[in-house]
C-alpha cells in the first residue's frame, strides 16, 4: 500500500504532469491546425488556404523558399497525419544547415515546440481551456462546417478570446461595455485648468528615418555635410521600427514635422479671435526627437533646423526640440546632481534606463509625460497639465464649435478632468488624464463624431482565422470614444466614462496626477505606449487609482492618408511587425504587474486585453504564417517579394524576443521593477528640488538657472521662406 501511494505522489510530479499533458494535447492541437489548413472531411480550409498547396520543395527561388518554409512549418505543425508531413519535416532540418536561411528555419523548427509547449502550460493551468480544446478538435473532425461564427466561437475561444464576447448584438456589446466604463462623481476637481494657452504644454513626437530607397541624396536640399553622413547612415542597420516615420526628403507639404505644428498654430490663432486665448500669448509646444539609425543623431537637429528654416514662422508657439542628446544634457546637468546631493543617489544607471527619446515608442512617450513635470518644478510652475498630439493630426476648429459649442481648448475647461469618483465594482479613481477621439479627414462629411474604425460587415479567413483585433477595436471606438454625456445614465455631472482604449494623439494630462501616480510605459513597449502607459497605475494605489476621463468632442481630425501616404506605405511591414511584437510585450508585460492577469484583463477587455495573451507565443506564429499564407497564396511576384521580406525581418526580430521572453522567471518582472525605480527617482528628484527652491536653496536655484539655459537652447529658430 505504501509503494502505491508512493507511486501516484511520483505521478503527479509537476514535470510528470507537463508532459502528460503535452502528450494529450498534441493530437487535438494538430487537429484543429489541419482543420485551417488543410482540406479534410470535405471541408475547405477555414484559413482559405492549403498549406501543401504552397509546399513544392523543388523550386528554390528566394520567394519560392521562402513560402515553402511556412507551408512546411504549417504542415509539421498540424502533425503526422498530413501526408506530406515528413518531407516538410526534413525540408525545416535541411534548410537550418543553409547559412542563408538558418535563422528562418530555425525560427519555424523552433516554433512548433514552443507552440505545443506553451498550449499544454495552458491547459495545465487553466481545465476550461483545456476543456475548449477538445470541444473545438471534436469539432473540426465534422463535415460540413465552414468558417461561420460557430467557428470562431470554437476557434476564438482558444486565441481569440475577446473577439467572442463581442460576437452578437453589437449594439447591446457596446451598451454593456459603457456600463463597464461607467464612473460616478464624488468630487469635481476644485481648481481646473481656466487658461488652456497658457497653463497647458502640448507635446509631440518627431519618428525621423533615412531617405526612401529610392532617393537621390545627393540632390536633397541640405548642408553638404548632412548629405555625406546620410550616405553611410543609409546603409546601416535598423535599429527602430515607427508607424509612418518622416523620411529625410520628404517635400514640406507631405511633412509632419511642418504640417502638425502649423494646424496646432492655425488653432491658436482661432482661439485668439474667439476670445479664449490672449492676443500676446504663445502656446508652449515640446517635441521630442527619436530616430530609426543611430547615425542620424549626428544630423536630425540639423535637418529639422534646415527644415523649420524654410518654412513661414509659426507666429503663435514657442517650439522646443529635444534629441537624445538634449534628454542626457537633462540627466547630466540637473537631475543626476539633484540625486545625489538630495537623495544620496550616485547610481545613475536606473534612471539613464528610462529618461530619454530613442528606443521604442514606449520611451518617448513616457519622456513627454515627464518633461511636463520638469517645466513644472524648473520653468513655469504655472503650467497645470499636458496634451499629446500626433502632427498627422489638426484641430477642424469651425467644424468643433458648430457640432460641440466649443473650441478646441474650451474643450480642457472642465472640473471633470482631475474629479474623483467610483468605478464599477467600486474602487476609488482619480480622473487625473482625459482622452479625445479622432475623425478621418475622408469622414469629416459625415461629422465629428463619426468614428474612425468602420464595424466589419463580415470576418475575414485567413489571419483572422487567429486574431482579428479589428472587431473589438470597432466596437471600443463606439462604445469608448463615441460616449456623448446627453442621457440620465451618462450625463457628464454626475456620471462620466473612463478610457481604456485610447490614442497617442489626443490624450492628455494633468501634472499633479503623473506626478502623484507616477505611470509609465516600459521602453520595451513598441506599440500602443499609449494604451500601456496606464496598466501599472491600474490597482497599485488603495485609496484611489489613476483613469483616463473621456472628454466628448475633444476630437481631432486625422489627416495621415491626406498628406502621409509614401511614409505609410513605406512602414507598413515594420507596423505589422509591431503589432506582433505588441501581443509578445503585452502579455508578458500583465504577468510582470504585482496583480493577477485576471483582474487587469478585466478592466482591459476587449481591445486592449486582446493583446494580452494566454498563449502569445501560438497567437504570433499562427497570425504570422496565416498572414504569410495570404502573400504568397496568389501569382503576384509583388506579394510574394513582401511574404519574403516579411518572413526574413519576422525570423530576425521575434526568434531573439521569444527566446528572451521563454526564460524563467519572467524577464519583464526585473524590468518592469527596474524602470520604476528610474521613474521613482525622476520625481523624488524633482519634488525635492522643488522644495529647496520654495526654501530659495542655492543648489536648487543654481539648477533652475542651468536649466533654463539648457531649455533655450532647444528653442528652435524660425526663418522666413519664400515658397513651399
Same mark, same amino acid.
Given at each position: 500500500?505504501?509503494?502505491? $501511494?508512493?507511486? $501516484? ?17 498534441? =493530437? ?47 504542415? $509539421? ?10 518531407? &516538410? ?8 544547415? *543553409?547559412?542563408?536561411? =538558418? ?93 488652456? &494657452? ?17 532617393? *537621390? ?6 548642408? *553638404? ?59 508652449? @509646444? ?15 537637429? *540639423? ?9 513661414? /514662422? ?39 534606463? $528610462? ?7 514606449? +520611451? ?109 477595436? =470597432? ?23 473612463? +478610457? ?36 501599472? @497605475? ?71 486585453? @486582446? ?17 504569410? =499564407? ?36 519572467? /524577464? ?19 519634488? +525635492? ?15 533652475? +538657472? ?7 537652447? @532647444? ?10
Amino acid at each position: 500500500m505504501i509503494w502505491v $501511494v508512493l507511486t $501516484v505522489m511520483e505521478d503527479e510530479t509537476p514535470g510528470l504532469r507537463k508532459r502528460k499533458t503535452i502528450k494529450k494535447m498534441k =493530437a487535438p492541437l494538430e487537429t484543429i491546425i489541419r482543420r485551417m489548413v488543410d482540406s479534410a472531411n470535405g471541408n475547405r480550409p477555414l484559413s482559405g488556404f492549403a498549406a501543401s498547396d504552397q509546399f513544392h520543395p523543388e523550386e528554390n527561388g528566394e520567394a519560392e523558399i521562402a513560402r515553402n518554409l511556412n507551408a512546411a512549418f504549417l504542415i $509539421v505543425l498540424s502533425g503526422s497525419q498530413n501526408s506530406l508531413f515528413e518531407q &516538410a519535416d526534413e525540408y525545416l532540418e535541411t534548410m537550418k544547415g *543553409d547559412k542563408k536561411w =538558418a535563422e528562418s528555419a530555425t525560427f519555424y523548427s523552433e516554433g512548433v515546440r514552443r507552440i505545443i509547449g506553451e498550449i499544454s502550460e495552458a491547459c495545465l493551468a487553466d481545465k476550461s481551456y483545456q476543456d475548449a480544446f477538445d470541444e473545438a478538435a471534436q469539432w473540426s473532425t465534422r463535415s460540413g462546417t465552414s468558417w461561420g461564427d460557430d467557428a470562431r466561437k470554437k476557434v476564438w475561444r482558444l486565441f481569440f478570446p475577446e473577439g467572442v464576447t463581442c460576437l452578437g448584438d453589437y449594439e447591446k456589446r457596446i451598451s454593456e461595455l459603457r456600463k463597464k466604463r461607467c464612473v460616478c462623481i464624488t468630487k469635481l476637481n476644485q481648481n481646473p485648468v481656466d487658461e488652456p &494657452a497658457r497653463q497647458i504644454l502640448f507635446m509631440s513626437n518627431l519618428l525621423i528615418t533615412v531617405p526612401d530607397d529610392g532617393e *537621390d541624396i545627393d540632390s536633397l536640399p541640405y548642408g *553638404d555635410h548632412i548629405l555625406r553622413d546620410l550616405k553611410h547612415i543609409a546603409q546601416e542597420k535598423q535599429k527602430y521600427w515607427f508607424d509612418h516615420p518622416i523620411q529625410i526628403g520628404v517635400k514640406n507639404e507631405q511633412n509632419e514635422a511642418i504640417y502638425g505644428l502649423r494646424g496646432l498654430n492655425n488653432a491658436i490663432a482661432f482661439e485668439k479671435a474667439r476670445g479664449v486665448v490672449r492676443p500676446d500669448d504663445k502656446a508652449t @509646444c515640446l517635441l521630442s526627437v527619436s530616430v530609426t539609425h543611430d547615425g542620424l543623431h549626428r544630423v536630425v537637429k *540639423d535637418y529639422l533646423g534646415e527644415v523649420y528654416a524654410g518654412t513661414d /514662422p509659426f507666429p503663435h508657439l514657442d517650439i522646443y526640440l529635444f534629441s537624445e542628446i538634449d534628454t542626457k544634457r537633462i540627466l547630466d546637468h540637473i537631475i543626476l546632481p539633484g540625486a545625489e546631493k538630495y537623495l544620496g543617489i550616485s547610481d545613475n544607471e536606473p534612471i539613464r534606463r $528610462v529618461f530619454g527619446v530613442d528606443g521604442e515608442y514606449g +520611451r518617448h512617450y513616457s519622456f513627454l509625460k515627464a518633461i511636463s513635470a520638469f517645466w513644472q518644478v524648473l520653468v513655469d510652475p504655472k503650467v497645470k497639465g499636458s496634451f499629446k498630439l500626433d502632427l498627422d493630426q489638426v484641430f477642424d476648429e469651425e467644424a468643433l464649435v458648430e457640432e460641440t459649442g466649443q473650441s478646441a481648448l474650451e474643450h480642457f475647461i472642465t472640473p471633470l478632468w482631475g474629479a474623483e469618483g467610483t468605478e464599477t465594482g467600486g474602487r476609488a479613481v482619480e480622473l487625473g488624464m482625459m482622452a479625445g477621439a479622432l475623425v478621418n479627414e475622408r469622414d469629416m462629411g459625415h461629422g465629428l463624431f463619426t468614428p474612425d474604425v468602420s464595424i466589419p460587415k463580415s470576418v475575414p479567413e485567413g489571419e483572422a482565422v487567429i486574431f482579428y483585433s479589428p472587431l473589438p477595436m =470597432a466596437l471600443s471606438t463606439r462604445a469608448e470614444m463615441m460616449t456623448r454625456y446627453d442621457n440620465d445614465i451618462l450625463d457628464g455631472v454626475e456620471t462620466c466614462i473612463q +478610457r481604456i482604449h485610447v490614442t497617442g494623439g489626443t490624450s492628455a494630462a494633468l501634472i499633479d496626477s503623473i506626478r502623484s501616480h507616477r505611470p509609465f510605459t516600459p521602453t520595451f513597449i513598441g506599440r500602443a505606449e499609449d494604451q500601456a502607459y496606464i496598466l501599472c @497605475c491600474l490597482f497599485n494605489n488603495p485609496d484611489k487609482n489613476l483613469r483616463y476621463l473621456h472628454k466628448p468632442g475633444l476630437i481631432m481630425r486625422h489627416d495621415k492618408e491626406a498628406f502621409a501616404g509614401q511614409a505609410i506605405e513605406g512602414a507598413k511591414l515594420g507596423k505589422y511587425m509591431g503589432d506582433l511584437v505588441r501581443t509578445l510585450y503585452f502579455s508578458y508585460y500583465a504577468r510582470a504587474l504585482p496583480w493577477p492577469v485576471k483582474q487587469t484583463k478585466h478592466i482591459i477587455d476587449p481591445f486592449t486585453g @486582446c493583446f494580452v495573451s494566454k498563449v502569445p507565443f501560438t497567437v504570433v506564429y499562427l497570425r504570422l504564417a496565416l498572414k504569410l =499564407a495570404g502573400f504568397f497564396a496568389p501569382d503576384d511576384q509583388v506579394k510574394k517579394e513582401e511574404g519574403l521580406k516579411l518572413l526574413v525581418l519576422s525570423a530576425s526580430r521575434l526568434e531573439g524576443l521569444i527566446r528572451d521572453l521563454s526564460e524563467t522567471p519572467n /524577464p519583464l518582472s526585473e524590468r518592469y521593477l527596474e524602470e520604476k525605480e528610474g521613474w521613482d527617482i525622476f520625481y523624488d528628484v524633482l519634488d +525635492r528640488i522643488e522644495e529647496g527652491l520654495s526654501k530659495g536653496d542655492d543648489f536648487a536655484m543654481e539648477l533652475k +538657472r542651468k536649466t533654463r539655459e539648457l531649455v533655450s537652447d @532647444c528653442l528652435i529658430q524660425l526663418g522666413t521662406k519664400t515658397g513651399e
